[in-house]
């Protein structure tokens, strides 16, 4: 079974250089804040699952430039005691402290990320090292903290964490930006995939789209599975003569890639 490397997404700034905006009405906020809390307060989510909705809760807010709810969704993320990757957390929360200029909550922030990654040390990359070291000589007085350009690197199996149906673990597994620029089209459609089935009809894009547009009726995995997750997005649900050919398609030319199909049929 191939391990893919994924990269965890952080562009983490001083103000000037922060995400770029994202611009959302205060109904939508609302909405993906809602659904946010009725995904935590489900009886049926353990603590690992409630961490990977804080984070995930954490990251589109910080996108979005709402930092003080995302600054709260980040700080459930760490109080949750599970084994997760917690970096995104700890890194983000010093970034959002630059960019408020909060000195002392920058310390706090610091002194924090760095018990956090004495502990972790499998998680400290050499970006992160660097960074950290940064944020050090800034509180010291003796330099400016650039901007966090880095990734976080975690290798995880992406094929086995969509198998065993762990979307929320999967999405926070992968880097939106460089899904952006990426040409490959297994990473692209897998994103897509985790993308609908963590946040249903909340998704405002699909990757996969320009390339399903150049050839709709392409007999290729990423161009039927496009199809079916472009139709759900625009209808609520499959169009059943494209299910029945991707149905198909799996079990005639790829039923190595049948997992995707699964996980897209189990979409609601």
Do not use: H, W
Request: proline fraction near 2%; glycine fraction near 4%; charged fraction near 30%.
């Amino acid at each position: 079974m191939k391990t893919f490397l994924l990269l965890l997404p952080m562009v983490l700034s001083t103000a000037f250089a922060a995400p770029q905006s994202k611009v959302i009405s205060t109904k939508d906020l609302e909405k993906i804040e809602t659904e946010v809390q009725s995904k935590l307060q489900s009886s049926l989510v353990d603590d690992k699952k409630k961490f990977f909705v804080n984070l995930l809760a954490g990251r589109e807010l910080y996108q979005y430039r709402f930092y003080d709810k995302s600054k709260k969704y980040y700080q459930d993320a760490i109080k949750l005691n599970v084994k997760e990757n917690k970096a995104e957390a700890y890194i983000n929360l010093m970034a959002i402290a630059l960019n408020d200029k909060d000195q002392a909550e920058l310390k706090a922030g610091y002194e924090a990320a760095k018990k956090y990654f004495a502990d972790n040390s499998k998680y400290k990359t050499q970006d992160i090292e660097y960074y950290l070291s940064a944020i050090e000589k800034s509180l010291s007085g003796k330099g400016e903290v650039p901007g966090f350009y880095g990734y976080f690197a975690e290798e995880s199996n992406l094929i086995e964490l969509i198998k065993n149906k762990e979307f929320e673990k999967g999405l926070s597994a992968i880097n939106p930006d460089a899904i952006k620029q990426s040409q490959d089209s297994f990473n692209i459609i897998a994103y897509d995939t985790l993308n609908v089935a963590v946040n249903k009809k909340n998704v405002k894009e699909l990757y996969c789209a320009p390339e399903y547009k150049k050839y709709p009726n392409a007999y290729t995995y990423s161009i039927i599975l496009c199809g079916l997750l472009s139709d759900y997005l625009k209808q609520g649900k499959f169009d059943q003569k494209k299910l029945a050919r991707a149905q198909t398609y799996f079990k005639e030319e790829n039923q190595e890639k049948k997992y995707l199909l699964e996980a897209v049929e189990g979409i609601k």
